[in-house]
């Protein structure tokens, strides 16, 4: 069944496999420090955990986070990201004694298409702390996977 989001226009479509980038609100690098980016890894494995999506590769970067994932047959794509950044808001607020928004309004999603090398769209993703400069190797930077490993 396709969901459609008559107040977003967006449509969400089961097993379809969507690259998803969010921003932290005002682009805070909320994720510099290590725990606070492995809070938001356990809330990632709570979405593969509970089969609402399959994790295929994401990083998480100090203000925003890159996620390719392949929705299940039942949940619709706003579902996920709402219950992902509800969760991830909740326990980061919490450790960093804050509150308020933790991400944007929002997110930016595409659907892969049939065609597009999925691998490449991976290697893209997990290649982000190179191309800001954050680490001279992949393999330095701690907030990051693939399942191609």
Not at 9 to 34: A, D, E, M, N, V
Not at 68 to 76: V, Y
């Amino acid at each position: 069944m396709t969901y459609h989001n008559a107040l977003t226009g967006r449509i969400s479509i089961p097993l379809q496999i969507y690259h998803i980038t969010i921003c932290t609100h005002q682009r805070t690098p909320l994720f510099r420090q290590l725990r606070t980016g492995r809070m938001v890894v356990q809330e990632l494995k709570y979405i593969q955990d509970y089969k609402y999506a399959d994790s295929l590769a994401w990083v998480i970067m100090p203000d925003h986070l890159h996620w390719l994932m392949q929705l299940n047959e039942t949940a619709s794509l706003s579902s996920v990201l709402k219950r992902f950044k509800g969760r991830t808001t909740s326990v980061v607020n919490r450790h960093l004694q804050r509150t308020g928004a933790l991400w944007q309004k929002g997110f930016n999603e595409h659907a892969l298409r049939k065609e597009e090398d999925i691998k490449q769209i991976a290697r893209y993703i997990v290649a982000n702390p190179l191309r800001a400069n954050l680490v001279s190797k992949v393999g330095d930077y701690p907030l990051w996977d693939a399942i191609w490993l």
